[in-house]
């Protein structure tokens, strides 16, 4: 068994943010209880309409020659629901964005959304990771797309980078994270009510916000970067950050973060997640606690008590056979997350369909959402590893629904491409549900699941749409589509491989 040593964690010194601690002990205050953010909002409306839409990447794909160059797809979404008619397409030899299409950039290997300007449209963040900078491989970069009544366009953008000093193999953008961590005016919290942006890079996080004395989409970073190293869990050596997901975890007006990855150095490949507190000024940030798991995490309000919990997927080194899936839950107060796992699933956990087994990788990625209209948001779990049959590496998803207690497996549903009613046919090295995301695109108020298999077609990559019921997810009218149906390159492109969630 791993322990996590989170005394470590309760230094004050131990993150700093321009030379202010940000972890250290909450200061007891009177808070009116602020409600769970993690799963009703997803902040992906870019045009305005009331209606959520669907930001894609194709990091893989091959733009006017060069391979693995990498595009983003946003699909507009109406009363009618999610279709391919209205759609964009964005890449680096798109008229207007900076930079050109080159080999290996990885152009949408991260994707994320947030109101960054406070003007009612939602803004597109695109991760860059593998972005050569002034002569540095991988360095990596970012833009941000900002909403407008007509969607994203390319000629309305803002580049971003590591703004203290550009690291060959960087991968700057590798994931990213938009929501309210703090305010851009500690003098005035209230005010400038703007999303800010989390960026990890393989050792860094960093924050950039735009500030209220320049113009709203002057965005900057606010810190000189928190290093994996003073936020590594297991205290086993190296930590490689990998993935971000925001929620309210301890009900207060800010959101919070989690912060997953894997251990390097002596022991690696072991998952493990932290979290910080949101809090009024960056410097602020507190330390939410240490948890074990990852490198995948969502965050939700499962058991509908009005505060975010946070269900972690741990797929990695010395996880329980297959991979399994914790979930912490808000303890009702400023304290937050509780540090013992309310419950843990398994493929072997009762009335979860299917066996666990080596390489499943069962939890490798998680959305949530209400499946089946009754108020509670259910957990979407990808296993991209799971053999399907004699079909290695076909990959199926799970889901599991929400409950007083967390989760519960009555009406748990498993689908793969050899279920019935599903399109297509399990095939080796798929990867089916290699991302989920769960989304209510018509509003509704029922959260149909879209499974991505990026090594569908070797790795041109297709998403898998399949409808909700006020049963739940059901396999009858399921449909699919790819970047050739949105008019973009298709060939090795990792469709599906990003999803923002």
Known sequence: MRHINSAALTAAALLTLGGSAIIAAPAAQAVVAFPSIGWQQHNCDYDGNGFDDVLI??????????????????????????????????????????????AGDGFGRAVASGDLDNDGYDDAIVGIPGEDLAGLSDAGGSLVFWGSPSGLHGNDNTWLQDPTQLRAGANFGLAVEAARYFAPDPAAPDANLRDSIAFLENDTLLFFTASPEVAARHLKAVDTGVRARDVNPLKTGGFAFRSLSHGNYNEDSWADLAISGVTTGDQPGIGAT????????????????????????????????????????????????????????????????????AQTWTQDSPGVPGTAEAGDRWGAELSSGDTNGDGRPDLAIGAPGEDVGSVADAGAVWTLRGAPGGLTATGARSFDQNSAGIPGAAEPSDHWGGQVRLIDADKDGLFGLLAAAPGENTNDGFVWVIPASSSGLIAKGSWTYDGASLGAPVADGQFGAAIDE
């Open 274 to 341: 932290q979290v910080l507190h949101g809090a009024p000024s960056v410097e602020a940030l507190g330390d939410g606690g240490a948890f074990e798991g990852g490198p995948a995490v969502v965050s939700s309000d499962f058991n509908h008590d009005g505060q975010d919990d946070l269900a972690i997927g741990d797929t990695g080194v010395g996880s329980p056979v297959g991979g399994s899936v914790s979930v912490y839950l808000g303890q009702g107060d400023l304290s937050g997350l509780d540090p013992t796992p």
């Open 57 to 102: 990447g194709a990091p893989g794909a091959t733009v006017s020659g060069a391979e693995a160059a990498g595009y983003i797809t946003v699909q507009y979404s109406s009363s009618s629901g999610l279709s391919t008619t209205k759609k964009t397409v964005l890449h680096q030899n798109t008229s207007g964005v900076p930079g050109a299409a080159e």
